[in-house]
Structure formats: C-alpha cells, structure tokens
Nanobody
Framework: QVQLVESGGGLVQAGGSLRLSCAAS????????MGWFRQAPGKEREFVAA????????YYSDSDKGRFTISRDNAKKTVYLQMNSLKPEDTAVYYC?????????????WGQGTQVTVSS
C-alpha cells in the first residue's frame, strides 16, 4: 500500500536549519507532484512547498519562499525540505503529501508527519 514516511524533524534554535525527508513507497513516485504542509497547534494545516514530478517546477508559500527549498530524488523515491533561518513560528508538525498528476491542487496521499520545534 501507499506509504509516506517523514523524518528529520526535531528541536532547533531560531536561525538554525533542518532537512526533512519523506520516503515514498507503494506507488509510482516519479509520476506524482509532491508537497510539504505543516500544522501548528490550534491552527489549520497550511501549504509550505511543492515540486513537480520531475523537479522542474517548484512552488512555495510566500512566508517560506527564500528560506525553504524543496527537492526530490526520484531514484530514491524521496522528497526533501531544506529549512534555513528557522523561526519560532515555523514550529509545527510537517507533513509530506503526494498528488497524482500535474498542478498544485488537492493531494491524494499523506504521511503521518514529523514534529519541528524552533526555540527562541
């Protein structure tokens, strides 16, 4: 079955960096758009970044553009989120998701999430 497993979360000081990974299995990874989302306590889940099936196109939320970089390795069936200059407001559970086909719309599969905590 489809599995998306996030890793790389943890506790980091403000200004620091983390690299999240999401390992996919159970579907044709290279055919799917991949995205990262986050959900902070008491808030709705929000979009962070997305990358097209071949990595040729990326899309970021305005608040994360310039600090975060999404990338993918189709041979490893893994998508990454490099997060730099982290802020306390980046604290959230981060989820990866897979979308069948092109575009930046709704997603079909979701991981269980990894916690990122940024201390001030």
């Amino acid at each position: 079955q489809v599995q998306l497993v996030e890793s790389g979360g943890g506790l980091v000081q403000a200004g620091g960096s983390l690299r999240l990974s999401c390992a996919a299995s159970g579907y044709t990874f290279s055919s799917y758009t991949m995205g990262w989302f986050r959900q902070a306590p008491g808030k709705e889940r929000e979009f962070v970044a997305a990358i097209s099936w071949n990595g040729g196109s990326t899309y970021y939320s305005d608040s994360d553009k310039g600090r975060f970089t999404i990338s993918r390795d189709n041979a490893k069936k893994t998508v990454y989120l490099q997060m730099n200059s982290l802020k306390p407001e980046d604290t959230a559970v981060y989820y990866c998701a897979a979308r069948r086909g092109p575009g930046w719309g709704s997603y079909d599969y979701w991981g269980q999430g990894t916690q990122v905590t940024v201390s001030s």
